[in-house]
């Protein structure tokens, strides 16, 4: 499945200009905040077997929707994950809800086929200007580590002290935003179903990335807890990462 997304990025990200050009407010009349939509690209484990013939065809028609994606300025930010698991990449979408992202998404042939399975999470509430034009012609990739922040043992949000630990967390996710260490953060919806309750993209490797994440209070105290994941996007699209190994 890696093969999937082996074209995505600088396919995609080299419209990611036009489209944060479309994000920035205007001065006459003023324009909302973009909101944005996280999609987790996972692997089904009932994945349907494909001939060679096969495979290669669905992928064609994958990238063919990718770029028309791109072109109509939808997709904004995608990389894929580099470790083994389930899963496989990420989506970002600037939409104006999440029901239009699932139709942009069920789009995708090897969605259609079974071969991908899309979760959407959002409104993702990042700084829009944490996204960054990318460089014509694209510089290469960088690597990042991704953390999906679940819900802990103690996730309460109307327990008492619960907004005080996460005014602490969001003090220090600034702090580590100002010193270069985390790409771009953000929460989902308080009243989001399932567990995942943020995203944060550390430019940082994986063990200083889990250093930082244990000394993050709101994991400290019980409510979050991070899911570590390399992952890879275009250079210069986010604050700068590591480089590629």
């Given at each position: 499945m890696k093969r999937l997304f082996s074209g995505l990025i600088l396919l995609l990200l080299a419209s990611a200009g036009s489209v944060w050009a479309q994000a920035q407010p205007q001065a006459q009349p003023p324009t909302a905040v973009p909101q944005f939509f996280l999609?987790?690209?996972?692997?089904?484990?009932?994945?349907?077997?494909l001939s060679k013939e096969a495979g290669d065809k669905l992928q064609e028609e994958h990238m063919a929707n990718i770029r028309r994606l791109a072109a109509e300025h939808k997709l904004v930010v995608?990389?894929?994950?580099?470790d083994d698991t389930v899963l496989r990449g990420i989506f970002v979408f600037q939409a104006d809800s999440e029901a239009q992202v699932q139709e942009w998404t069920n789009s995708d042939p090897a969605i259609k086929a079974g071969h991908l399975a899309a979760e959407v999470h959002g409104p993702w509430r990042i700084d829009p200007k944490a996204i960054h034009p990318a460089p014509e012609p694209l510089q290469g990739m960088e690597q990042y580590t991704l953390v999906l922040m679940k819900a802990?043992?103690?996730?309460?949000?109307?327990?008492?002290g619960f907004m005080d630990v996460a005014?602490?967390?969001?003090?220090?996710?600034?702090q580590l935003i100002q010193a270069g260490s985390i790409a771009i953060a953000g929460p989902f919806p308080i009243n989001q179903k399932g567990e995942l309750r943020g995203v944060i993209v550390y430019c940082v490797g994986p063990e200083q990335t889990a250093k930082l994440a244990e000394d993050d209070p709101?994991?400290?105290a019980g409510?979050?807890?991070?899911?570590m994941h390399p992952w890879i996007t275009a250079k210069g699209?986010?604050?700068?990462?590591?480089?590629?190994?």
């Amino acid at each position: 499945m890696k093969r999937l997304f082996s074209g995505l990025i600088l396919l995609l990200l080299a419209s990611a200009g036009s489209v944060w050009a479309q994000a920035q407010p205007q001065a006459q009349p003023p324009t909302a905040v973009p909101q944005f939509f996280l999609v987790l690209l996972t692997r089904p484990a009932n994945a349907p077997q494909l001939s060679k013939e096969a495979g290669d065809k669905l992928q064609e028609e994958h990238m063919a929707n990718i770029r028309r994606l791109a072109a109509e300025h939808k997709l904004v930010v995608a990389g894929p994950f580099t470790d083994d698991t389930v899963l496989r990449g990420i989506f970002v979408f600037q939409a104006d809800s999440e029901a239009q992202v699932q139709e942009w998404t069920n789009s995708d042939p090897a969605i259609k086929a079974g071969h991908l399975a899309a979760e959407v999470h959002g409104p993702w509430r990042i700084d829009p200007k944490a996204i960054h034009p990318a460089p014509e012609p694209l510089q290469g990739m960088e690597q990042y580590t991704l953390v999906l922040m679940k819900a802990g043992e103690k996730w309460d949000p109307s327990a008492p002290g619960f907004m005080d630990v996460a005014k602490e967390h969001g003090a220090y996710l600034k702090q580590l935003i100002q010193a270069g260490s985390i790409a771009i953060a953000g929460p989902f919806p308080i009243n989001q179903k399932g567990e995942l309750r943020g995203v944060i993209v550390y430019c940082v490797g994986p063990e200083q990335t889990a250093k930082l994440a244990e000394d993050d209070p709101i994991v400290k105290a019980g409510l979050l807890k991070p899911e570590m994941h390399p992952w890879i996007t275009a250079k210069g699209v986010l604050a700068p990462g590591q480089p590629m190994q």
